[in-house]
């Protein structure tokens, strides 16, 4: 069969499964009907694919994501899926090593999927029809409709009874319309458009294959290159530090200069930075406890998201000294080893980081943000690690975002394993008399927490109004806000159950509604 | 010699012209009539004085939709598409600029609204199928 009419057929029969599986429904076990579709024919239309190594290590990611899926249900799992599906179409369709080129490509794809679903189209046309009449007929009926809805009005507008009549024939017209609505649905035939588009993006390889001949221009390794100084500067970057520098920046000693000027920064950077890491070390490392009165966000929470921004820009300035010849020149040993004094103590303001987390962790709970500093800690130790490879070997920026998105992609992939809402919950109710508990932030928690929550919350109620009373808080009275807040809930979940189907089955949403089936509703507990 | 701001003011003019007679139409559906012909007039003036900056916007698009390496019936409806997109953003930022919140499609109302846009179009672009073809010819044998 022509493989442009097996494409059409594809993303066609692809785009009617998207609307029948997804139509009022949340992505759950229906994913893994649309994703074995989508997946099936990505490989017939490219079964090159099947023996890229990059290709297989992805499907196994999002297989990975998709389970997480059908277990968990979290947004975190959904938004993998979508990624490393991306992914796998993009390296199946395109020849890539790198991850950011390959959702480049993707980009590429979503962009001209109409073009590319229209050359389909155009490649399987026969004989072009002769509809030169239709098309004169359009023509000829433009101002003479113009002209009878016009009069139609005036007369309508004029005379009674042709005015009843119309009414009438209007009315009649407004019936058939609404009937045919209620059974034709015009978000649905939206909704079928959006199929078709998401299908289309996935299977349809863009003719623009901007980045895939991008990147075949990149490498691993840097190369020393010769530039002319009319060619250096062209660059925006040379302008500027021209424009800083002068003279210095364009003369024969250019390199050199660069390489004091670098080695200056570096040494009055490290020494800086070791005033802070002395100070962390004391403070935090050796020393720390808790001041009583104090809160323990002004302690250690403020100031951490400015260090993780120290640490990116710290590592942005090492691209910056290392990004051409600097890294050839034969007196570059202090520059070096500055880097390197750097990257370590980098490293140190990541503990620091992290022990300002975990500090916060003990005395207040888990939350989101507490959980992703974690994770950002852990991609900012493998970017200082790439960093200290890219320079102690020579590599380029290429290698440095390449690994760096691969490390990003298995951890992103590794922490959908997790249902962080019932983690988070599970966690801080196991310490509730340790922990200062935010009841409100639990409630906000997903539907798989609410088990936990139901278990544990008269005594959160209870501790609530016990703390209120020690505290002798102004606020109105709330014996019972949050258990009805907790039945709210309960409720809302119940009544979202009740509009899916089967296609919206997933393990979390099955286990929470056996627990409600079993135990019932809380209000049992009033 | 046609160009891309040509093409584009075509296509603009015919999606007014469009876009009036389904408030025509909306018109003869509706009971009272009076004022259906002053509005018209009224869309047919201020229609063309509002929504002459979006030639801007189209211009451009029409002229991307040249350099695309696909062949000419997969460049228009490229361009399609994107005047598509083009007329949503415009309807949602309006929407937002009005302390609306936009939600995505959710009433019938919003769904026939994004389908006659599609349609308005379509019928617009493919009646200038002629001069797009013509422009798209000019800037293959440029590349030539």
Redesign the interface.
């Known amino acids: 069969m022509n493989k442009d009419l097996v494409k059409i057929i594809l993303v066609t029969a692809g785009a009617v499964l998207f609307n029948l599986v997804f139509w009022n429904e949340k992505l759950a076990i229906n994913t893994v009907l649309f994703d074995a579709f989508l997946l099936s024919a990505l490989f017939f239309l490219y079964p090159d694919a099947r023996k890229s190594a990059t290709v297989n290590w992805l499907l196994l990611g999002h297989l990975v994501s998709l389970t997480m899926v059908v277990i968990h249900n979290t947004d975190l799992s959904k938004i993998s899926f979508v990624i490393t599906l991306l992914l796998v179409a993009g390296f199946a369709e395109y020849t890539h090593r790198s991850a950011w080129f390959a959702g480049g490509s993707m980009l590429m794809n979503v962009v001209m999927v109409v073009a590319s679903f229209g050359e389909s189209f155009t490649i399987n046309k026969r004989k072009p029809t002769k509809r030169k009449g239709v098309g004169r007929f359009i023509r000829f009926a433009i101002f003479p409709l113009i002209l009878l809805i016009v009069f139609f009005l005036i007369y309508r507008d004029a005379n009674n009874a042709f005015s009843d009549i119309a009414n009438r024939i209007g009315a009649q017209l407004e019936i058939f319309f609404s009937h045919f609505f209620d059974f034709f649905s015009f978000q649905r035939l939206l909704f079928l458009l959006l199929g078709l588009l998401i299908t289309g993006s996935i299977l349809l390889k863009s003719k623009l294959d901007y980045f895939s001949t991008r990147e075949t221009h990149m490498n691993d390794g840097l190369q020393r290159s010769r530039k002319s100084l009319r060619q250096k500067r062209s660059g925006a970057m040379f302008q500027f530090i021209e424009m800083i520098m002068g003279k210095m920046a364009s003369g024969m000693m250019a390199l050199k200069n660069e390489n004091t000027t670098g080695i200056i920064s570096l040494v009055l950077l490290n020494v800086l930075l070791l005033v802070v890491n002395c100070i962390d070390v004391n403070f935090l490392w050796l020393h720390f406890q808790y001041k009583p009165g104090l809160p323990v966000y002004k302690m250690v929470h403020e100031g951490t998201e400015l260090l993780i921004v120290s640490i990116v820009l710290a590592m942005a300035i090492l691209l910056f000294y290392f990004k051409g010849n600097l890294n050839f020149y034969k007196r570059n040993k202090w520059l070096k080893y500055g880097a390197y004094a750097w990257i370590i103590q980098n490293a140190m303001l990541v503990s620091s980081v992290f022990l300002r987390d975990y500090y916060y962790i003990l005395k207040h709970g888990l939350a989101y943000k507490r959980i992703g500093v974690l994770f950002f800690l852990l991609m900012v130790l493998v970017g200082l690690v790439t960093v200290f490879l890219k320079i102690w070997s020579r590599r380029t920026n290429y290698f440095l975002f390449r690994v760096n998105a691969w490390a990003g992609i298995v951890i992103l992939v590794l922490a959908t394993t997790i249902h962080w809402d019932e983690f988070i919950a599970g966690y801080n109710l196991k310490r509730k008399n340790t922990v200062d508990l935010d009841v409100p932030f639990l409630l906000s928690l997903s539907d798989k927490a609410l088990p936990l929550l139901d278990t544990n919350i008269v005594a959160l109620q209870k501790r609530e109004n016990d703390a209120r009373l020690q505290n002798h808080d102004s606020q109105p009275a709330c014996d019972t806000c949050y258990i009805e807040e907790l039945k709210q809930r309960e409720l809302q979940f119940v009544e979202k159950q009740k509009d899916l189907t089967w296609l919206s089955w997933n393990y979390a949403d099955s286990y929470t509604r056996k627990y409600f089936r079993k135990k019932g509703l809380i209000t049992s507990i009033q | 010699m046609i160009t891309s701001v040509s093409v584009a003011a075509r296509i603009w003019a015919k999606t007014n ?1 469009l876009a009036i ?1 389904i408030i ?2 909306a ?5 009272e ?2 004022w ?2 002053l509005f ?1 007039g009224l869309a047919l003036i201020l229609g063309f004085f509002i929504t002459s900056p979006l030639l801007i916007v189209i211009s451009p698009i029409v002229k991307l939709s040249g350099a ?4 000419r ?6 361009l ?2 994107f005047l598509f997109i083009m007329y949503w953003l415009i309807f949602i930022g309006l929407r937002l600029m009005a302390g609306d919140r936009y939600h995505g ?2 009433s ?1 109302e919003e ?2 609204f ?2 006659s846009i ?1 349609v308005v179009q379509f019928i617009a672009v493919r ?1 200038t199928r002629k001069s797009l073809y013509k422009f798209y010819e000019q800037v293959e044998s440029s590349h030539v």
Not at chain 2, 27 to 31: N, V
Not at chain 2, 68 to 71: Q, V, W
């Open positions: 012209f007679l025509a139409i018109g003869i559906m509706s009971k009539g009076g259906v012909i018209i695309l390496p696909y062949t019936q997969s460049r228009m409806f490229w399609i598409f499609i959710v019938k769904a026939l994004m389908l599609i009646t």
